[in-house]
């Protein structure tokens, strides 16, 4: 028909009825389930294909053209109900319908219900295949992506209304929202679609045919969706702040025609500072744009505020969620002066008349002078208020938090937060560099004669006066940076520090994070220390040894839990790693602190107090720094190797405690497998330790696969490590022959064990199966494996097979490429030379058994099994011809072969072609046999008689042709005549 309709002797309608008919018979072949994915999606392809021609010649028209393509739609629907169609077929199908719909677009011939129509069945299937998971990120976004194209080429010509554009919109958000759900979508595709959303509402707005609620519903599913995106943290600063720019202008303009309420303004105010404090608390937003949001914010609230809609909750939450915002963004140090004064002042404005309306009360108006002495605070950060300014007005705080003391409304909690605020304003001060030595103990002093008389009254609890302490360190770390203060001062602060938490300690009175704390504190400050590089090797060390005492001796009375002890553990990793960056430990001084942390650990293990989790962490993070020191080059092999045995007996016994679980023992061993493959390629460690890793690593598996803890895909993954680095080894040249056979075979013998247990599929044990013959192979080609392993290997792996076979969950092609690559194996011994008859005929009898167990499951097709056998018969004709086959040998092969091919024949499942060249194969081969006179009459005959009732058989099923027969005859008489003429002469001459 494309050749008649190519030559335009074929009308439209007639044409387009053919291709009616086609998919009304194919409808009606589909109902009945007889035709396949293949030739069904072909047909329709090839439909769309030729109603692209006529679209080209442009002689087709609105009605049948729309119709052909919703046949088409409803065609597949049914496909996709039936769940015969993959993703690749179903999307291309809808690709084509899109393209075509595009074609018509253009030419202006399809109205808006029509094409609508199209787009909404598109969006309706892709949902269908959405809901099945058969569909990718990539596929889905492009069909999305595409019918946003579509609409908006719809949009320009207007012809669409606001409910159809809405609706398709609508659609699209959903099927977005799903595919948010299943975490398919990247950053850049997702947003790419909120971004075309928006603008193509946009482009509705200007238009003026969008409603109040339409509009906002809108608005807010790009909102809701967005959360979503923001949660994940897939999206970065520029792309988020443009959809919120572009909400915002949007918002403005429904503001402008004063058709949003109160309620929806706010919480859309409300929904854009939650999502931007969000944002801001992933650091990605600078200082313009973070302020012409909030500016944009006020600005939008106090037209709100004119039209007296807002009352006094949702006004100071508005402002109290602006100051925050304003805080977050003065500590990232991007607001000037001139603009943090204005907001400020405004504030003040604002809260003076609520003060003045009565309706804040006393806790409102103290949080509100917290936050403006906090926002101070930064401002003197940055320099831009004077001494004077800065006095007047801690000053005035003061005298006001006089007064409300005189009232007696205030509590120790808030006389506490106003010192420590004072305390904060005064570090900003110093770090200013306007204060002196003098003036600041003195205001230390005075803090703490404060502080002391409100610990006479009994009204400070620890957590108080710790958090006092924790102030002072903090100052005197300030002070540490600026350079006044030398190592002994420092030093001598820090003990005082800890002298002072020792004896709340020995009061009993501070509980285990308190004093953990306290510690962690100490190690950050002398990290900074370490960092100006003021205190030496022996110094350092000893005060990370000084801790690991104290945290032992906290450890021996039982008061630490699991979560910190292990974070003061890491913290010291921390700082030794840093140390061991800077160059200044040695080799023995680190391995010892590494090794002092294993002990620590392993007595936390012995008393029971240490989950998986933590553990694990901490052997981690001893390898991690294990990886970095192997790195620099300053361990030696000895060491390297005896930190992970040691690593590997910890995890042993925490394995023998039974409270490791599969994933967590599997990444130690693979990590411990990495570090083994980068000793490796920096050449220096030998077979035995390599060897005894591997193997340690196998026994260590096989205890876990004992425990049945261990799943299909960690096993496997742990196998193939194995296999890699193995491998490696084998192209090294490093590795002897008895080593490598032994890591195979107990690879095999652990892969048999789970193949007992039940929990491995076909996939897994197929593909270790084929990387052990890979690596046999490899070995073979080396010239490193005899005869007798190379072929207890390759049994070895029939037998497993066989096993597998037993069980029924192997099927046709998995099976058949294994044997297939076991005779290619094998074909490659035979032409080294180096495998006798016996070895041989062996493994193709054992070939040749399997594949008689598989025929009589019946698991095995035509094709399939005819392959294996014509392999097995060329394996033997090379074997022939190199004469090291026996007569028995060979004839109990192709004896084998007609049994197998009559037990074929009798399934019925073997067609004319397919069983002529076996059998003329089989002949062709005895006829080489023949020449070779080394084949007695008894066994020439059965082969013969074999062959002649196999062919009876076929021509009683009346499957074999006149010309077929006949060759098969004239072969068989042409042996009959070869054999018998000289048998013949004799008898003659007798």
Do not use: Q, W
């Amino acid at each position: 028909m494309s050749c008649v309709l190519m030559m335009g002797g074929v009308k439209e309608s007639l044409f387009v009825t053919i291709l009616l008919n086609t998919n009304i018979l194919m409808s009606h072949v589909l109902m009945m389930g007889g035709v396949g994915e293949s030739i069904f999606v072909s047909v329709l392809l090839n439909t769309n294909i030729l109603m692209s021609c006529i679209l080209m010649m442009g002689g087709a028209g609105e009605s049948v053209f729309v119709s052909v393509l919703l046949s088409t739609n409803i065609l597949m629907s049914h496909v996709l109900m039936m769940g015969r169609v993959g993703e690749s077929v179903f999307v291309s199908v809808l690709f084509s319908t899109n393209i075509l719909m595009s074609h018509v677009l253009m030419m202006g011939r399809v109205g808006e219900s029509i094409f609508v129509s199209v787009l909404f069945g598109t969006n309706i299937l892709m949902s269908h295949v959405l809901m099945m998971g058969g569909v990718g990120e990539s596929v889905f976004v492009s069909v999305l992506l595409n019918t946003n194209i579509l609409m908006t080429h719809v949009l320009m010509m207007g012809g669409v209304g606001e409910s159809v554009f809405v609706s398709v919109l609508f659609s699209t958000n959903i099927l977005m929202s799903h595919v948010l759900m299943i975490e398919g979508v990247g950053e850049s595709v997702f947003v790419s679609v909120l971004l075309n959303t928006n603008i193509l509402m946009s482009c509705v707005l200007m238009m003026g045919g969008v409603g109040e609620s339409i509009f906002v519903s809108v608005l807010f599913s790009t909102k809701i969706l967005k959360s979503h995106v923001l949660m994940m943290g897939g999206v970065g600063e520029s792309i988020f702040v443009s959809v919120l720019f572009s909400t915002n202008i949007l918002m403005s303009h429904v503001l402008m025609m004063g058709g949003v309420g109160e309620s929806i303004f706010v919480s859309v105010l409300f929904s854009t500072n939650i999502l931007m404090s969000h944002v801001l608390m992933m650091g990605g937003v600078g200082e313009s744009i973070f302020v012409s949001v909030l500016l944009n914010t006020n600005i939008l609230m106090s037209h709100v505020l004119m039209m007296g809609g807002v009352g006094e909750s949702i006004f100071v939450s508005v402002l109290f969620s602006t100051n925050i915002l304003m805080s977050h963004v003065l500590m990232m140090g991007g607001v000037g002066e001139s603009i943090f004064v204005s907001v400020l002042f405004s504030t003040n404005i604002l809260m003076s008349h609520v003060l003045m309306m009565g309706g804040v009360g006393e806790s409102v108006f103290v949080s509100v002078l917290l936050s403006t002495n906090i926002l101070m605070s930064h401002v003197l950060m940055m320099g831009g208020v004077g001494e004077s300014v800065f006095v007047s007005v801690l000053f005035s705080t003061n005298i006001l938090m006089s007064h409300v003391l005189m009232m007696g409304g205030v509590g120790e909690s808030d006389f506490v937060s106003v010192l420590l605020n004072t305390n904060i304003l005064m570090s900003h001060v110093l770090k200013m560099g306007r204060v002196g030595e003098s003036i600041f103990v003195s205001v230390f002093f005075s803090t703490n004669i404060l502080m002391s008389h409100v610990l006479m009254m009994g009204g400070v609890g620890v957590s108080v006066f710790v958090s006092v302490l924790f102030s002072t360190n903090i100052l005197m770390s300030h002070v540490l940076m600026m350079g006044r203060v030398g190592v002994s001062v420092f030093v001598s602060v820090l003990l005082n520090t800890n002298i002072l938490m020792s004896h709340v300690l020995m009061m009993g009175g501070v509980g285990e994070s308190i004093f953990v704390s306290v510690l962690l504190n100490t190690n950050i400050l002398m990290s900074h220390v370490l960092m100006m590089g003021r205190v030496g090797e022996s110094i350092f060390v000893s005060v990370l040894f000084s801790t690991n005492i104290l945290m032992s001796h906290v450890l021996m009375m039982g008061g630490l839990g699991e979560s910190i002890f292990v974070s003061v553990l890491f913290s010291t990793n921390i700082l030794m790693c840093h140390v061991l960056m800077m160059g200044g430990v040695g080799e023995s001084v680190f391995v010892s602190v590494l090794f002092s942390t294993n002990i620590l650990m392993s007595h936390v293990l012995m008393m029971g107090g240490v989950g998986v989790s933590v553990f694990v962490s901490v052997l981690l993070s001893t390898n991690i720094l294990m990886s970095h020191v192997l790195m620099m080059g300053g361990v030696g092999e000895s060491i390297f190797v005896s930190v992970l045995l040691n690593t590997n007996i910890l995890m042993s016994c925490v394995l023998m405690m039974g409270g490791v679980r599969e994933s967590v023992f599997v990444t130690i061993l693979l990590i411990t497998n990495i570090l083994m493959s980068h000793v490796l390629m920096m050449g220096g460690v030998g077979e035995s330790i390599f060897v005894s890793v591997l193997l340690n690593t196998n026994i260590l598996m096989s205890c876990v696969l004992m425990m049945g803890g261990v799943g299909e895909s960690v096993f496997v993954s742990v196998l193939f490590s194995t296999n890699i680095l193995m491998s490696h080894v084998l192209m090294m040249g490093g590795v002897g022959e008895s080593v490598f056979v032994s890591v195979l075979f107990s690879t095999n013998i652990l892969m048999s064990h789970v193949l007992m247990m039940g929990g491995v599929g076909e996939s897994v044990f197929v593909s270790v199966l084929f990387s052990t013959n890979i690596l046999m192979s490899c070995v073979l080609m080396m010239g490193g494996v005899g005869e007798s392993i190379f072929v207890s290997v390759l049994l070895n792996t029939n037998i497993l097979m066989s096993h597998v076979l037993m069980m029924g969950g192997v099927g046709e092609s998995v099976f058949v490429s294994v044997l297939l690559s076991t005779n290619i194996l094998m074909s490659c011994v035979l032409m080294m030379g180096g495998v006798g008859e016996s070895v041989f005929v062996s493994v193709l009898l054992s070939t040749n058994i399997l594949m008689s167990h598989v025929l009589m499951m019946g698991g095995v097709g035509e094709s399939v099994f005819v392959s294996v056998l014509f392999s097995t018969n060329i394996l033997m004709s090379h074997v022939l011809m190199m004469g090291g086959v026996g007569e028995s040998v060979f004839v109990s092969v192709l004896l084998n072969t007609n049994i197998l091919m009559s037990h074929v024949l009798m399934m019925g499942g073997v067609g004319e072609s397919v069983f002529v060249s076996v059998l003329l194969s089989t002949n062709i081969l005895m006829s080489c046999v023949l020449m070779m006179g080394g084949v007695g009459e008894s066994v020439f005959v059965s082969v013969l008689l074999s062959t002649n009732i196999l062919m009876s058989c076929v021509l009683m099923m009346g499957g074999v042709g006149e010309s077929v027969f006949v060759t098969v005859i004239l072969s068989t008489n042409i042996l009959a005549e070869t054999y018998l003429c000289p048998a013949l002469t004799i008898l003659l001459g007798h």
